[in-house]
């Protein structure tokens, strides 16, 4: 009975969750389907109604597709951690209370919209010229690939999940001397006074910042508390990260 009561209290979340999703940004979603409702006419316009002739029969080379699977193959390998990175974003600022509308749902409502103008004028032209024209291997091949792209799609969906920890080397207790300087410390070899955790926690908190553009975080304290010996220490965590695209400039007052 508890679950059923618990279920039931969670849709109703993602119910009004999504409701006042739609009505703050249902002027984007608007335009993104005439956007998308646009193209889809200019493509139908570029398209005959009859298709007589084969066309782009140079894909249908056994070579060009083995070529072009095999750039596929390289294109999915190398875009595999920005995905994932991407992925994780989506996540973090869809759970947001009222999160802004992403361009991730902006574009795929506008393909939908294309697709569908497309379909419904020229999809029968397409599917005479699709099963007329092209090879059965060609069918093959591009079927391989649109099984090969959705499953990738759902395995870096997948990996978004989990933790993405940078290797933090852990810090040193001991010292080899008894004397101790008053200048920051750079690296986690240098702490003695327990510090690591805040670190660790900030540096989490960064790292799990949803899609904005920018965030400012405030460290206060008193002059020789140790606020640049902390941030040379989450420098150090931020420049560990894998998604090199990020910049990250921190500045000790």
Known sequence: MRRIVAATVLAKTHFVKIAYYLKDNWRS???????????????VLSIPSR??????????DVWVLRFLLLFLFVVLCRGWPPVVGFWRRYRMTFNLSRPPALFFHLCT??????????????GEALSHWWFAYTYEMTRLYCLTAALAVCGWLIATWLRSFWPEIAAIRPASVHSTTDVYFDNPIRVDDQELLGRLPFVEGLYRQII?????????????G????????????????????????????????
């Open 222 to 253: 008193s002059w020789g508390e140790g606020k640049t010996s902390v941030l040379n220490l989450l420098q150090n965590r931020l420049a560990r990260l894998r998604q090199s695209s990020r910049l990250f400039s921190i500045r000790g007052t």
């Open 208 to 220: 799990a910042l949803p899609l904005p553009d920018s965030f400012v975080f405030g460290l206060h």
């Open 51 to 60: 298709l007589q002739t084969p066309f782009f029969s140079i894909f249908q």
């Open 109 to 122: 409502l506008g393909i939908f919209a294309a697709f569908s103008v497309v379909t419904f004028f020229r």
């Open 29 to 43: 979603f608007v335009t993104s389907i005439i956007c998308g409702l646009g193209v889809g006419f200019f493509i």
